[in-house]
């Protein structure tokens, strides 16, 4: 995260003609974040889009909400910036509650997924719109307008319209609108969704260093749990209408709070059991489709006895007999045998499938790391899959 | 029905060309009869002006004509303002109180019979009381047209993203203003397209126009429709013409003056 | 509360003016409609009564009520003429419907396949006529049907017929007038819905083993039903109360529901039964305006 003061770039100008935009620099005191939101709730008819949420974020982050569609992210965006009034709770920006704040007067500006564009207007206008807006003076507009056009590299295009510019360009075009006004908070509705793969990677490590480098606050809403991943500093994890964790992506991946997340984010093989005791922070659990299984007690103590086991695919690990057992050392392992049933070479890695003798399913990811792999593991063959108490996690249902 | 199923198969081109034909024809041969010198509208006595030149001595003629362009020009003014307005509260007024009674009455003149609009705007100026004349034709007119011009306005506002006007508002706009600077600039084309609808719609109606005009403001099909019932005058030809071409004209400068005002290739329907 | 909702409050406002001026100049006068079609004819100026005189007090009010009734109805449920009307102008608006749908599919259909930039040309096509002139139009036949028109001339010429056939002042005279000025009604919903639909459907379809004439069946036409209907509608109620063209083009022998009204209103001055006339033309037209209206909200719902 970084250090930086939102206001690192500002020109001098902005303090005269926005500033509604550049209050008090958002130094948050240790206790106060930049954003509150207190049990927003919302509904639509019977639809409880968004329930009872609550969430800090802090000046300079870089968060994203992921869900699924339908899990009440973009309506808690919408909320955010003004589009939806919540039907309870507070939202306090710089501890100040925007409830009575029209949309177009808040300190928070939004990159819409579809762009949004205005069809009739030229680069250069759709970015100074907002600025003729604040009554910003003709000399500065043309300034900003200029800076913006460098920051997100579109020179040359500020006289096209824009059915006259590719998916990207059109994407940066309405960066640069939202950022020109200089929001506290940039709102980003699923902002890479229609661009293509390889854009949509290199869009990201972009925005990523606009982030940095403005030390604005940005939250984005994403259904891809990758991009989530690579751009945030923060995750929060949404299901109809809530929110299941808020994490680092680290974090989220490695220590998932729930089965629903764990399932969520990333592939996972996961097993119901019961603790059947526990000795020096390793817990027994047993399990009807794996046996018992040995797993790191975590930090957080486990209270039910019914428990899921959650272990990452690259966290299983193929071999024909299984590592020998350090025995002595207090580092068990777990060996499931069984047989290969399908397997998935995907480049980078290969995804195998290992039927247990009780009739569950393993994945296994292990990276390809010699081109030539003549001991591959083919479908039919007998192996064990292995993995440390320390590759589980264990899950309260 | 196609030979090939995604192709233009002989079938489809015939029976598109025999239509287009059995469209264009018949105005295709009154226009070339325009210029007919004989007296006799059947017999060709070769090339000649002479109809035109008698419609312009033709006092009664160019006076109708006269009304019925002014109040083409004024009906259609007023329709498109109430017409716009109307399209903008049915599209973006969300629900409101007496919603379906407004858009019931805004759609119904769209199919209603022409002597039924007529019969009843003539008994209500009547009991008003009102000279008819200009005035009552022209708000006759108004209430007619103005229902298309809604609906030309609806649709394209409904195919109106509306992030744009969000954006807008997001930019720093009130809502008025986001109207006024995004969504207007937008349906113009639209509304240019619904003026020239209520226009030529006005200057074509003969039913409503026969209820709600009074004596001696005769507008220029009441003429015309009169002396068709008498018979084919070569002169009515002439007028006629002149009448396609007119609007001939109107339709090509306004779509010139839309394609202008927006380069986007989005164009409003004509219909 | 919604960003909808935001829009929506000063959007309604925008409702007033055009709200005001259709109750004043549409609704109000169907009040006027209604009440005279239950008046009796008068020789007088307005030629109706009772007048309802607002001035006269309450007494009056009461007594001009009482002397609303249903004679009027009664006398067109009761004279075989205004049957006939009737049934004339159904009869009329279902068979020149069905003409047109006849005429108006396979255009619409031959304008849906053709290439893409092809197709907005045949559409401005289908449209200016629309733009000239509705009794223009109808002027252009009486001068290719009269007497000694272009027709009967061509006839004539390849011995078709050996004296000039009467054309004007008939049945096949007024089918053609009506087909001729309704044709872009029908032809635009269908070509509406007809290039809407995805030709991998219709691949689809052949590619699973139907013949082109099994696929237009199968496929093609049942997606169709919606502009089918449209446009049917679009056309029938129009032509019911449809005027003109029969008072130029048909024979005086019979006459449709707006004949008889515009006879009754100009040249028998009977403003009470020609209101009447109205009413029951409004009554005919009220099933298919309902349908229309259920068509209309449907294909709103499948668009939004």
Not at chain 1, 43 to 55: C, E, Y
Not at chain 1, 250 to 265: Q, T
Not at chain 1, 287 to 297: F, S
Not at chain 3, 289 to 303: F, H, I, K
Request: aromatic fraction near 8%; glycine fraction near 6%; charged fraction near 20%.
């Amino acid at each position: 995260m970084t250090e930086e003061s939102p206001e690192i770039d500002a020109p001098e100008i902005e303090e005269a003609v926005l500033p509604v935009k550049s209050a008090p620099p958002a130094e948050p005191a240790a206790d106060m974040p930049l954003l509150r939101i207190e049990g927003v709730g919302k509904k639509f008819g019977n639809f409880r889009a968004v329930d009872r949420l609550s969430l800090d974020i802090r000046a300079g982050e870089f968060f994203a909400l992921l869900g699924p569609s339908g899990c009440g992210k973009t309506t808690l965006l919408r909320m955010l910036a003004g589009f939806e009034t919540p039907d309870e709770g507070r939202i306090l920006l710089d501890g100040k509650d925007i409830a009575p704040v029209a949309p177009h007067q808040r300190p928070v500006n939004m990159m819409f997924q579809n762009y949004a564009l205005f069809p009739h207007l030229s680069v250069r206008d759709n970015i100074a719109f907002g600025l003729k807006r604040a009554g910003m003076a003709r000399a500065d507009i043309a300034t900003r307008v200029g800076e913006m056009v460098a920051l997100v590299k579109l020179d040359g295009l500020e006289k096209r319209k824009p059915d006259q510019l590719s998916g990207g360009q059109k994407q940066r075009v309405a960066l640069a609108r939202a950022l020109a006004r200089r929001p506290q908070v940039l709102l980003l509705d699923e902002p890479l969704a229609a661009l293509d793969k390889k854009l949509r990677e290199s869009t990201q490590l972009e925005l990523m260093e606009l982030q940095r480098r403005l030390g604005m606050t940005f939250i984005i809403v994403t259904h891809d749990q990758e991009e989530a991943m690579t751009m945030a500093n923060r995750i929060g994890v949404m299901d109809a209408g809530r929110l299941e964790q808020v994490a680092t992506p680290r974090e989220l991946y490695e220590a998932p709070r729930s089965r629903w997340v764990a399932e969520f984010v990333g592939d996972i093989n996961l097993f119901e059991g019961e603790i059947s005791s526990r000795e020096h922070h390793r817990l027994n659990i047993w399990t009807r489709l794996a046996g018992t299984i040995v797993a790191a007690e975590p930090r957080q103590r486990v209270t039910q006895a019914n428990v899921s086991v959650a272990i990452r695919p690259e966290k299983v690990k193929l071999s024909r007999r299984g590592p020998v057992s350090d025995a002595g050392t207090s580092q068990a392992i777990n060996r499931l045998e069984g047989v290969v049933t399908d397997v998935s070479y995907l480049g980078g890695l290969t995804v195998y499938k290992v039927k247990l003798d009780s009739g569950a399913v393993v994945r296994s990811s292990m990276a390809n790391t010699a081109r030539l792999d003549f001991d591959a593991y083919s479908a039919g063959r007998r192996v064990v899959a292995w993995f440390t108490p320390d590759d589980c996690v264990v899950l309260e249902q | 029905m196609a030979r090939r199923v995604n192709g233009i198969s002989r079938f489809n081109v015939t029976a598109l060309a025999l239509g287009l034909a059995f469209l264009y024809l018949p105005i295709v041969i009154l226009v070339i009869y325009s210029f007919n010198a004989s007296r006799l509208v059947t017999v060709w006595g070769g090339w000649s002006l002479r109809w035109y030149a008698e419609f312009f001595n033709d006092r009664a003629m160019l006076d109708a004509a006269w009304m019925s362009l002014r109040v083409a020009a004024v009906s259609a003014t007023l329709a498109t303002l109430l017409g716009t307005l109307g399209a903008v509260a049915l599209a973006r007024g969300g629900r409101f109180r007496g919603r379906a009674l407004f858009s019931g009455m805004l759609y119904s003149p769209l199919v209603m019979p022409e002597v039924i609009s007529g019969l009843s705007l003539l008994l209500l100026f009547v009991a008003l009381d009102a000279e008819r004349g200009f005035w009552t034709v022209t708000i006759a007119h108004t209430t007619l047209t103005m229902c298309f011009v809604t609906v030309v306005v609806q649709s394209r506002l409904a195919s109106l993203d509306r992030s744009l006007e969000e954006a807008a508002m997001d930019l720093g706009c009130d809502p008025v203003r986001a109207f006024l600077s995004v969504t207007l600039p937008l349906i113009i084309p639209a509304i240019s397209a619904g003026w020239m609808l209520a226009f030529t719609l006005s200057l074509d109606d003969v039913v409503i126009a026969s209820f709600t005009t009074g004596p001696g403001s005769a507008t220029l099909p009441i003429r015309i429709y009169s002396e068709v019932r008498l018979g084919v005058k070569p002169e009515i030809n002439a007028i006629c013409t002149m009448v396609i071409a007119f609007i001939a004209v109107v339709i090509v400068a306004a779509s010139f003056a839309s394609k202008l005002s927006s380069s986007q290739g989005e164009s409003a329907a004509p219909l | 509360m919604s960003a909808r909702n935001i829009f929506a409050r000063p959007a309604r406002y925008a409702a007033i003016a055009p709200y005001l001026w259709m109750v004043l100049f549409f609704l109000v006068p169907f009040g006027f409609v209604l009440k005279i079609s239950l008046s009796q004819t008068a020789i007088a100026q307005p030629p109706y009564l009772p007048l309802f005189e607002f001035t006269e007090g309450w007494g009056a009010l009461k007594a001009a009520f009482a002397a609303l009734s249903l004679d009027n109805f009664r006398l067109l449920i009761s004279d075989n003429l205004y049957i006939a009307t009737y049934l004339r102008s159904l009869v009329v608006a279902v068979t020149s419907t069905l003409i047109l749908l006849l005429i108006g599919y396979p255009i619409a259909y031959g304008m849906a396949r053709l290439p893409q930039r092809w197709q907005g040309v045949a559409m401005m096509l289908v449209i200016v006529p629309f733009w000239t002139s509705f009794l223009i139009r109808i002027y252009a036949w009486i001068n290719i049907l009269q007497h000694d028109g272009l027709l009967n001339k061509i006839l004539l010429a390849l011995h078709l017929v050996s004296v000039p056939v009467v054309w004007l002042s008939t049945d096949s005279a007024m089918y053609l007038g009506i087909v001729y000025s309704y044709l872009p009604f029908m032809i635009l919903p269908l070509y509406a819905t007809l290039a809407k639909l995805d030709p991998a459907l219709l691949e689809a379809a052949s590619d699973l083993g139907a013949a082109p004439l099994a696929t237009f069946w199968l496929v093609t036409f049942p997606l169709s039903l919606p502009g089918v209907g449209a446009g049917v509608l679009l056309c029938f109620i129009p032509i019911v109360g449809e005027f003109v063209i029969p008072d130029l083009l048909a024979g005086s022998s019979s006459m449709m529901i707006g004949q008889t009204l515009w006879l009754e209103f100009f040249t028998n001055k009977d403003w009470p039964v020609a209101s009447a006339a109205a009413v029951a033309l409004l009554l005919l037209l009220v099933p298919p305006l309902l349908l229309y209206d259920r068509l209309q909200r449907r294909t709103l719902q499948g668009e939004g």
